[in-house]
Structure formats: C-alpha cells, structure tokens
C-alpha cells in the first residue's frame, strides 16, 4: 500500500486546512488509518485515527473540537479537517495505515506511512 498526504500549507492562526492522503494498492474496508504529526526534535505524535467503518474515532486532546478526520472508502481517500488552527499546530503531518480492525494511538502498529506534508501556522 502506498500513501500520499497533500494539501499542506501556510495559513494564519484561527485558520482552516484540510489534508488529504491518497491511498493506492490493496486496501481492505476494515484497515484503520490515521494522522500523526512531528515536528524537528520531537518524537511523531498522534493526531487522529479512524476505522474501517468511519464509524469510530479518536482524536488526541490537543485538537478534540478543532479537528475532524474522515474517509471516503471508494476513493481511497483519508482527510483530515483542521479548523482554528494554533501556532502549536505547526507540524509535518503524516497519513498512516494499520491493517488491523483496532483504532490505536500507537504509531508503531501502522505499516504504511505517507511522505508528509508541511502545515505552517502564523501567528
């Protein structure tokens, strides 16, 4: 499975952007994805995971309320939504995969990872 997150940016803080990831290969109804973040010195941290489903999500309580993740199963397509934004949420953003059933924060059970794509917020 390959992944391509796009759509990054720079916007000014109270801002909206909306990532996109692009999934090719085989991709199974049930793989759970989700985004993480990292900035320079900083371990890759947790955004947002969804299920296979859409039925079930998680989000990290530093964007709960602010940013909304989402799928569209017959694209292949993974989103994700971020409205007023902070400074803080400066970050390359990254798409990830897990072929499990199981909505995790652990970065270490996705096996696909997208190449970033860069969100600068000013302030």
């Known amino acids: 499975v390959q992944l391509q997150a796009f759509g990054g940016g720079l916007v000014q803080a109270g801002g909206s952007l909306r990532l996109s990831c692009a999934a090719s290969?085989?991709?199974?109804?049930?793989?759970?994805m989700g985004w993480f973040r990292q900035t320079p010195g900083k371990e890759r941290e947790f955004v947002a995971a969804?299920?296979?489903?859409?039925?079930?999500?998680d989000y990290a309580d530093s964007v709960k309320g602010r940013f909304t993740i989402s799928k569209d199963s017959t694209k292949k397509m993974l989103y994700l939504q971020m409205n007023s934004l902070k400074p803080e949420d400066t970050a390359v953003y990254y798409c990830?995969?897990?072929?499990?059933?199981?909505?995790?924060?652990?970065?270490?059970?996705?096996?696909?990872w997208g190449q970033g794509t860069l969100v600068t917020v000013s302030s």
């Open positions: 990830a995969l897990d072929s499990s059933r199981f909505v995790r924060r652990d970065r270490r059970y996705y096996e696909s």
């Open positions: 290969g085989r991709t199974y109804s049930w793989y759970v």
């Open positions: 969804i299920s296979g489903s859409g039925g079930n999500t």
